[in-house]
Structures are given as C-alpha cells and as structure tokens.
C-alpha cells in the first residue's frame, strides 16, 4: 500500500499540489486522472522520488520514502517497476537484452538464470518468440508489453504506469490494460497509473484518484464514478458525446 498525506508541492512561488491525501491500494489497479496542468505528473513524479515534495509524507507500507536516507531510497527503488510513456527501449539492444537489463544491474543471478526469466517474462506479455527482435522491428504495442516485461522482472512491489497507452489504438490500448490488470492482481503488486484514458477509466479502475487544480477532490471507483457529484470530476469525465449519453442512460436506470 501506498498512502500519501498532506503532500504539498511548489515551484518557486507556485503551488501545484495542495494537501494531497490518498491511499493506493495492494492488487488493484489505481489510477490517477485529470486535466492536463491538474498536478497529476507532478504527483506521481513526487511518489517515485523523481521530485521532492515541499512538505508532506509518502509512505511505502510503513516507510516515509521522503524521511527515508539516500541509501534507503536507492533500496526502495529497487522495489519499483515502471512503465514510461514512450516505452523508453534501447534501440540498439534487442528486446530480451531490453528484459534483462534491470536483471544485469541489480541481480547476481547467473546468466542463464537472467536469461530465462526475462523469456518467461516475455511470455507472461505474449511475446513469447519475439526476444531477437529490436525495437524498431515491432509495433507500438508490442513494444509496450517489452516494457511491461521489462517493468516486471524484478517482480517488484510497486508498479506504476505514466499514460501506457499513449499513441495506442483502442484495441491495443485494451491489451495493455488487461496485462496491467492482470499482472497487479495475479502478484498482489500495488500499481498506479497516471492517464486520461477514459476506456481505461471505466475498464479497470478500481481505485481512482481525481486530481484537480493540485487538490485530490474524488476517490472511489469505476462502478462509483457513474453518480459522482464532483462537477470538476463530472465536467472530466463526460466531455465527450458517448460518455455523456452512457451516463444519461446510467441516470435514466436508476430513475426507474
């Protein structure tokens, strides 16, 4: 579990995060939605410890990774799995060199012991075949699921995510939720995705943090964001024709 409390966050004399408070829970998938300019990179940049925080805690299970020392932090990073926006491969290495590369920096297992947990990393994303390929010989999905399997194979506790289906098509973008879902109930991770992805809003949203103007202003989840009352949330939410219909059928249901 991660739980963030009172979490203030400034730029010079601008204030971004306002008292943030939220727990992210163990297996589910938690996400982080809002407007861009909301504050919601910069909170999940502040959970992962690539920004400080002005004032306010970060807790890892019973760790405030804020309080915590250089050397813990470096150790509690290793305990992290991310997925960048872009994928973030390395061109030149092929996709299991890609795999193993957390493996041959922080693991003293034998090479072949690195080895075959990268392929059954790559299997468990259905890459299974596709380990001597380089990245600019596969799609834009599949080299999401690399990252996926690259994210994972250290089998980490935490798990976060920052717009993992950017630049994908609907269907794919559906792939990779259902792996990210998968993945974080099947090993119990705590997983946080930043996105403004409303399919994967209402696909796997269990517990979703509304960010707003730097304010945490809803938390609950994809059954409950149908009868919200925030209008920030609302305004979010149903900005477009589909979902606004979906939620006028929603109303009209429990109206009768």
Not at 91 to 115: A, C, G, H, I, Q
Request: glycine share 8%.
């Amino acid at each position: 579990m991660i739980k963030i409390e009172h979490l203030y966050k400034s730029f010079g004399d601008k204030e971004v995060l306002k008292d943030i408070n939220s727990t992210f829970r163990d297996g589910e998938v938690n996400l982080i939605i809002g407007q861009s300019g909301s504050g919601k990179t910069v909170l999940m940049k502040n959970i992962v410890g690539l920004l400080t925080p002005t004032s306010g805690s970060i807790f890892y299970d019973d760790r405030d990774f804020v309080a915590l020392s250089k050397k813990e932090k470096i150790l509690l990073r290793r305990e992290m799995g991310m997925i960048f926006q872009n994928a973030a491969l390395f061109d030149s290495m092929t996709v299991l060199d890609n795999v193993m590369f957390p493996l041959d920096m922080f693991s003293d297992m034998p090479y072949e012991d690195r080895k075959q947990r990268a392929l059954d990393c790559l299997a468990r994303v259905n890459l299974a075949g596709a380990e001597m390929k380089f990245p600019g010989e596969i799609s834009g999905g599949m080299q999401k699921r690399v990252a996926i399997a690259r994210a994972i194979v250290l089998e980490p506790k935490y798990l976060f995510c920052d717009e993992p289906n950017s630049g994908l098509d609907p269907r794919t973008s559906i792939v990779i939720d259902e792996l990210i879902a998968g993945i974080t109930h099947e090993d119990k991770i705590t997983t946080i995705v930043n996105t403004h992805d409303m399919n994967s809003v209402m696909g796997i949203g269990e517990n979703i943090t509304f960010i707003c103007e730097g304010r945490a202003e809803w938390q609950g989840s994809n059954k409950e964001i149908m009868d919200a009352t925030n209008k920030s949330l609302e305004d979010f939410i149903f900005a477009s024709d589909i979902l606004r219909k979906a939620k006028q059928l929603h109303d009209q249901k429990k109206s009768q």
